[in-house]
């Protein structure tokens, strides 16, 4: 049966997606691919000159961070003590030091790979060690935080110039942030050779790199006449990517965006300082950007890999390429790939509760966030949304501090206001609605009401998934996530772990027989692909003259086992009917809950959030909360309370109904 699975996904995932695959491993395994060939050597020299002054105070004004009735600017505050790992872990650190590049903060133990070439270095050599616990330190996000706080020290001096009428603005700025920076990024350097050691191994860690390089040379207004060690450092990072870039367009995934983006930004900021090769480069990353935002990207917004936060770093990816282009005054994108990006922005417009600027924890979650210009904590996606609004939907959205800061350091403040005052309504505005909206490519449908807000997971995979969720319940009432989704934690926890996290025990929908609806194939892939039938959603108004939105959805997994989800939104009242049958040993739903003074009482749990009661055509085995867990950030997992009702396969032929009404307080 194995086979036969395999042989299905095979189909699915497509033949060009197959072969580009395929053709890598066979490279690499024989060494026809030039990758293995390639060799560089870095400068021991700064990556970023010292500016004046007088520079950092036309830098300012231009982006509206400084001048009269401006706030001191704000910059991304995880880098100011110490070091940080996927928006919420921080290590210490001594000052003057630099960090260890191969220890994991979270075993407290170093890799002993690093004089091999990238190639024989295992992704997960080990049970519960993950190599992106050494590789998050090299995607350089304290790039661009040290490039900020070496603008915000040097504005003192700049006001202090502009001040005083004898100031001389020449003067250089003096940047403990900048010798941080520069001499981080040296350490670095000598540590991680080029093409040796684990930090040279994924061509999307490489191209995360080269963004936050290009990127604080943007800010740090070097991009023209660069120092010639930011030069070698950019160029041997796009030499690593090139050559494996098919085998990231196989994955259809985010590694084929990232890669193409630091190809076409990283490509031209060559190209502009006389580098020869740079412009074979970005050809190529602006052929298959284009390419990959109007295959991956589905025609109602939703991204290839059903998860808010991918869909954040696909849109910040994209994002950036366009703040590059206009900063070069270019054109990157085509119209259609344009569109795309405007629908892909809409879609996680809808998702994103407003008040918190959080959204549901669907899919896999790796931790990674390309622009963290502002004091927005991880879990907040308002500034990339209002960064994507401008640039691809030609409206602002936002209007939080954090927001406004995120758009100030990309120069794009009087834009943005421009568009506050001038824009007429447009769509994306108007989705804050209490509008129901259903995404059918994607497989969403979104119940609002004044304060509710209910997002209904149903199977429609065109891509490969990362979990098996099918049905999936996510509800936010005032900001608050009351019903919510497990994340991931790591992709190379234990067994067990695993498990639970992308299985059906770490969503809110109904387990058959202790197994998932999707058999696992390996790590990252599972078979018999779940497609929903019978879906519908509407928006009624009821005999008393309210509005009822409702959506249904139905599938039948790989051995039989049937189920069908009604969910219903009148106000803060959630109604929910399952029906199940096919199955052989016991079915079981779970709610999972928010952290709270959850009690059981009968066939009802409830708290300060809301109340949950549970009706059924048949007695249940056991009704109780049990702890679960889940993981909001990565390689982070906390205890929550969950519900589970488990159901025996009941005696006839009539399916088992259990219908399930949820009053939000």
Known sequence: MRVGQLAKVVLRLGARSIARVLLYRLGIQFGFNPVKRLKAELSVEPCFGKFDSGAVKQVLNAQGLYGDGVAEPKSNPNWRQGLSYYGWAHVSIDRGET????????LKSRVEQRELPWWQ??????????IKNIWELSRFDWVLAFAQQAIIESSSVAARAGTSSNADTSEEAVSPSLCKLNA??????????????????????????????????????????????????????????????????????NHGTSEAAALYVGGEFLAINNVRVGDSYARVGAKYLNERANRLILKDGSFSQYSCTYHRLMLETMSLCEVWARHRGSKVFSKSALERLALATQ?????????????????????????????????????SIELAAILF???????????????????????????????KPNKVAADDSKQLVHLSAGG???????ETKVLFSYPRFRFRPSQSDPMHLDVWVRGINVLRDAGSY???AEAKQLAYFHGMAGHNTIEFDRRDAMPKLSRFLYGEWLQAAQVRAASTITKDGCTEQSAEAQYVDWLGATHHRAVSLQGNVIQIVDRCWGYERCAVMRWRLAPGNWVVKSNEAYSDLASIQIDANQESRRLELVEGWESRYYMQKNALPVLEVEFAPISNSAPLVITTEITLH
């Open 99 to 106: 960090p260890d590049w191969f220890l994991d903060p979270f």
């Open 121 to 130: 270095i295992p992704d997960f050599s080990e049970s519960g060690r993950d």
């Open 184 to 253: 981080w990024l040296l350490d670095w350097s000598k540590r991680n050779p080029p093409y040796y050691g684990p930090n040279w191994k994924c061509g999307q860690e490489a191209s995360i790199r080269v963004l936050h390089l290009v990127l604080a040379a943007m800010l740090l207004k070097q991009t023209h006449k660069p120092e010639p060690a930011l030069l070698s450092l950019i160029e041997a990072h796009l030499k690593r990517i090139r050559p494996t870039l098919m085998y990231a367009l196989g994955q259809d995934n």
């Open 347 to 383: 879609w996680l417009v809808v998702m994103v509760d407003p008040e918190s600027g959080d959204a549901p924890n669907l899919g896999a979650n790796d931790g990674a966030h390309l622009l963290p210009l502002s004091e927005a904590g991880y879990r907040d996606f308002r500034p």
């Open 393 to 423: 939907q030609r409206c602002s959205v936002f209007d939080d501090e954090n927001s406004r800061a995120h758009i100030r350091w990309l120069g794009l403040e009087r834009e943005r206001m421009q568009l506050r005052d001038g824009a």
């Open 444 to 450: 969403y449908v979104l119940l609002k009401s004044a």
């Open 490 to 492: 790591s992709y190379n």
